[in-house]
């Protein structure tokens, strides 16, 4: 795969940004999903994908040695514009404000685009080659770390608090933000342990103190503010834990 051929599949998805998000008005949103399959702007919409995506097919075959015919990348236009119509109508009938089905919305036209830029590159060796690296042991112990600091994590930190958690009264926080905030955090963490930058892991626990300190001074409350350090603490500890028994395995 040379250079040429990764900057067509960067082009499509570039293409698909635009058109998905700058290109398209609100409003056309809007009647996608009142009226569906009869609304003018679901088929307005994909001919600006299909538009965008003849750009970059175009100059991508004029600049390759051995591009496909007209034929076929008129073929590849036409899958794409179809595929984002029925995909787009599909979500119409989902709810818009759901982020799962805006995340496979996404994930579906993703899956189009690299399906396209395989049939242009007459070749499925870029997906086997993909498959192999996510198969590979490293890559299988990297992904374990991530889901292990998501809910089994969470979990596990909030059996080993129970015994304090009891005594706390309501602190009137949003519902689950803590368990998200702490996935998030962890997520920083293991991040900057596997790319080898511990220093930054003590700015990220200043920085988190620093936005605890005025809500805990103003509560007056003791035992929430051990439990909130203790909860940190072992959250940062566990996550730094795991990230340094990756380094070490890889």
């Excluded at 058109?19 to 009226?35: K, N, S, Y």
Aim: glycine share 8%; with cysteine; aromatic share 8%.
């Amino acid at each position: 795969m040379t250079p040429m051929d990764l900057s067509l599949l960067l082009g499509l998805a570039l293409a698909h940004l635009i058109g998905d998000f700058l290109l398209q008005p609100g409003h056309w949103v809007d009647a996608r999903q009142e009226r569906g399959i009869q609304a003018p702007e679901l088929y307005l919409h994909a001919l600006v994908h299909a538009a965008l995506s003849t750009a970059v097919l175009t100059l991508a075959t004029l600049s390759a040695a051995n591009g496909p015919s007209p034929g076929i990348v008129a073929g590849l236009v036409i899958v794409i514009g179809v595929s984002h119509t029925l995909i787009d109508l599909g979500k119409a009938r989902l709810a818009p404000d759901r982020l799962r089905w805006f995340l496979l919305d996404q994930a579906l036209h993703g899956l189009v685009l690299v399906g396209v830029w395989c049939a242009w590159l007459n070749s499925w060796q870029p997906l086997v080659f993909t498959w192999r690296w996510l198969a590979s042991p490293d890559i299988l112990m990297i992904i374990l770390a991530y889901l292990l600091i998501t809910r089994p994590m969470s979990i596990a930190i909030n059996l080993a608090m129970q015994r304090w958690s009891a005594q706390l009264s309501e602190p009137g926080t949003l519902v689950a933000a803590g368990a998200r905030i702490g996935i998030l955090e962890r997520f920083l963490i293991l991040t900057l342990v596997l790319a080898d930058q511990m220093t930054a892991i003590g700015f990220l626990l200043a920085a988190k103190s620093v936005l605890r300190f005025g809500e805990l001074r103003n509560t007056q409350d003791r035992k929430l503010t051990e439990y909130v350090l203790l909860g940190t603490l072992l959250s940062f500890s566990a996550t730094i834990g795991l990230g340094l028994m990756v380094t070490l395995a890889l």
